[in-house]
């Protein structure tokens, strides 16, 4: 039967609230993409006005050496070295880290999203707009950047809630969770009640987290005539879309976790082992993959290398 493998996966209520959870993220970062970008450029053109000199005949003098790394950057020109003075200005997390290395500095007096990046997590410096992000570097936005005006400590309840999410190892969280969950959900979007789309979501949302979450079984649907309310009814390859996206997302964590060595070697080969583990079981996600867990195995084993080579060396960055 197709259905078998992501039946017995439902089966397990704590991996079906993580699935659901994660789909809630996704609810969250699709009614935020709108509003972030409309604000993104509001925030920009309020830049512009306040600091006309950093407007689009502003040029970068140095495009070469004007090249953050990481949490590093020292501006070799002028305009650069003011953009970011102005950045810092409005950074609510000005004293800790900002991954400048997202940005472009030369594109910041003319790209608005370039701005934005300097206000996100780390390993974004691909994205060329908000509907290249997932909700946690649009929650981020919201919470570094002064121009938004919100409780932040909802906002952050969220980030942890995320955070928690993706680094369940076992890809499971419990109903308790899940409860917790959906109040700091309510209470983040809540903050939001004078933006239509984001409070068109919110319904939805209420509706995932609190229903039975059945698998949509065509043959089976006139079982019975009476329709349960309380259930959503997706179909097997929307959930399967959900699972593959959650994964990736938490694979694309992992693998920055790596790259920058956050975490220790051994913690990610445990991570690493238990996805793999998993997808041993469940051949219908593992295609989708295969791409993800080949780019995680190399970096490992490149770490391996280097250290068997010259111990305490560090990892050459860049990405491909
Ligand atoms: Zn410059």
């Excluded at 694309?252 to 790259?259: D, N, V």
């Amino acid at each position: 039967m197709v259905l078998s493998e992501l039946a017995a996966r439902l089966n397990c209520t704590e991996y079906k609230n993580w699935v659901k959870a994660g789909h809630c993220l996704l609810l969250l970062r699709g009614c935020l993409q709108g509003f972030v970008s409309r604000e993104v450029h509001a925030f920009h053109r309020g830049l512009l006005a306040a600091a006309p000199g950093l407007g689009p005949h502003a040029t970068c003098r140095s495009v070469s050496r004007c090249s953050p790394r990481a949490r590093q950057f020292q501006p070799q020109c002028q305009v650069c070295a003011e953009w970011k003075r102005e950045i810092l200005k409005h950074h609510t997390n000005r004293n800790g880290d900002v991954h400048w290395g997202n940005c472009r500095p030369g594109r910041w007096p003319v790209d608005a999203w370039e701005v934005a990046k300097a206000f996100m997590p780390r390993g974004l410096a691909d994205k060329t707009g908000p509907e290249e992000c997932d909700a946690v570097a649009l929650l981020s936005l919201i919470n570094s950047c002064d121009h938004f005006v919100v409780d932040r400590k909802k906002v952050t309840e969220v980030i942890k809630c995320r955070n928690e999410i993706m680094h369940s190892s076992d890809m499971k969280v419990s109903s308790v969770w899940l409860r917790d969950f959906q109040m700091k959900i309510h209470n983040f979007l809540n903050e939001f009640k004078n933006i239509p789309e984001i409070m068109a979501v919110y319904s939805r949302i209420e509706q995932l987290l609190t229903s039975d979450w059945a698998v949509h079984i065509p043959e089976e649907d006139q079982r019975d005539g009476c329709e349960d309310e309380t259930r959503i009814y997706l179909t097997e390859s929307q959930i399967n879309e959900i699972e593959m996206e959650l994964l990736k997302e938490k694979l694309q964590e992992l693998y920055l976790q790596a790259e920058e060595q956050e975490v220790l070697p051994e913690e990610i080969l445990n991570q690493l082992e238990v996805v793999k583990e998993f997808l041993r079981n469940n051949k219908d996600l593992r295609n989708g993959l295969a791409e993800d867990m080949y780019k995680l195995d190399s970096l490992h084993q490149q770490h391996e290398k280097l250290d068997s080579k010259e111990p305490g060396a560090q990892t050459p960055e860049g990405k491909t």
